[in-house]
């Protein structure tokens, strides 16, 4: 059965949006309507997990005084914890939506904030000590993205991505599926949320990005290839160094 959701912003069916480009599904999730109920959302939806996922990606961050690139920074709480842990450091930003951008502005000092898309960076070869991004994996085309990351990394320094997955055993598959059909019943009396809670389980489902991210850091040079589920398998971590 085909359902109606995202007919008020031009797509027509739930079909639709979950057969687009993943930068197209971004477009259509994070806008002016939802970025400043962003914050709340994402801890409350998480059981305040977010938080933590995010410490464990700083603390694999080592040293000080780095140039660290927080890719699809949203509205910068990554930042804030990387900021936290090493006051010295210059973080950049990078996200495609402007309105999120705005909010991470507003919210403590970059170096420099960009509206770009993690495939197409507009920073030079070799600039990066450290890029980070929380919950973009799953959006990207990966292989893009890794070359990407190849590119503006500089050598000894180390890519980390976090973002959810769907778990592999059956009482978590069963605990999950039921945690989002509360969600997309939230998502009918909130409508800055709606497409999200209506349609991130599918995306999540669909997206093999762990497997997909480990063979293309593999592919593209990447060393000490690392990966960590969390949460019982609804998220993970991994990070590679380019040595
Ligand atoms: C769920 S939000 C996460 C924001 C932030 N990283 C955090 O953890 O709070 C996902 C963000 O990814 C951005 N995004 C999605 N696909 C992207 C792409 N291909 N390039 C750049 N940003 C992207 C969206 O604009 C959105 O701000």
């Not at 477009?27 to 410490?55: G, I, P, Q």
């Amino acid at each position: 059965m085909r359902t109606s959701t995202f007919n008020i912003h031009g797509f027509t069916n739930n079909d639709e949006i979950l057969s687009s480009n993943g930068h197209l599904i971004a477009r259509k999730f994070f806008s002016s309507e939802n970025a400043s109920s962003y914050d709340k959302t994402v801890r409350l939806a998480t059981f305040y997990k977010d938080s933590l996922w995010k410490k464990e990606m700083v603390a694999l961050l080592g040293g000080k005084n780095k140039l660290i690139l927080d890719l699809a920074c949203g509205t910068g709480i990554l930042s804030s914890y990387i900021r936290q842990k090493s006051a010295q450091s210059r973080i950049v930003g990078t996200d495609l939506t402007f309105e999120y951008l705005k909010h991470a502005k507003s919210r403590q000092k970059y170096l420099l904030l960009t509206n770009s898309l993690a495939e197409f960076l507009p920073y030079k070869n070799d600039s990066f000590d450290v890029i980070l991004s929380s919950y973009l994996a799953k959006y990207s085309n990966i292989s893009a993205m890794v070359k990407e990351h190849w590119r503006v990394l500089r050598k000894g320094g180390t890519v980390i991505f976090h973002d959810f997955t769907y778990p592999h055993f059956k009482i978590m598959k069963i605990l999950w599926h039921a945690y989002f059909r509360i969600l997309n019943q939230f998502g009918k009396v909130i409508p800055s949320w709606r497409d999200v809670f209506s349609n991130l389980d599918k995306v999540i489902q669909r997206n093999q990005w762990v497997n997909s991210l480990l063979k293309e850091l593999d592919l593209t040079g990447f060393s000490l290839i690392s990966k960590k589920y969390c949460t019982c398998g609804t998220a993970a971590i991994v990070w590679a160094i380019k040595e």
